[in-house]
């Protein structure tokens, strides 16, 4: 599926099952909250934090795609198209780190 694709299949679920879109600042908080939950399991997970019992159920996929459903949310009220900014944004990293992360020690 094509960024583009994702933008439109979410506006069509908002406007046909959601109803409508949360205003801007309850997405902000309700990505924040979404990002959390990714930030959780990756602390369990991959980190020195550990699972408790309650958390069985818990789907790192899952709750990225929360992420992105936000995030998208949140593109379509804005008018921002995803893929064209994403597209500058990659271009602006090439250009800016084209040999900052070549001549990091660190990453050596």
Do not use: P
Request: with cysteine; charged share 30%.
């Amino acid at each position: 599926m094509e960024i583009k694709e994702a933008q439109h299949l979410v506006d069509n679920w908002i406007k046909t099952t959601g109803v409508r879109y949360f205003n801007e600042l309850t997405n902000t908080a309700m990505l924040m909250e979404e990002v959390g939950e990714v930030a959780r399991i990756m602390a369990r997970q991959y980190g020195e934090q550990s699972f408790k019992a309650s958390d069985t159920e818990v789907n790192l996929a899952d709750e990225m795609a929360d992420v992105l459903f936000v995030l998208i949310c949140l593109a379509n009220q804005t008018g921002i198209d995803l893929t064209d900014a994403l597209e500058k944004n990659m271009q602006k990293k090439s250009i800016r780190d084209a040999e900052r992360h070549q001549n990091n020690e660190k990453l050596k």
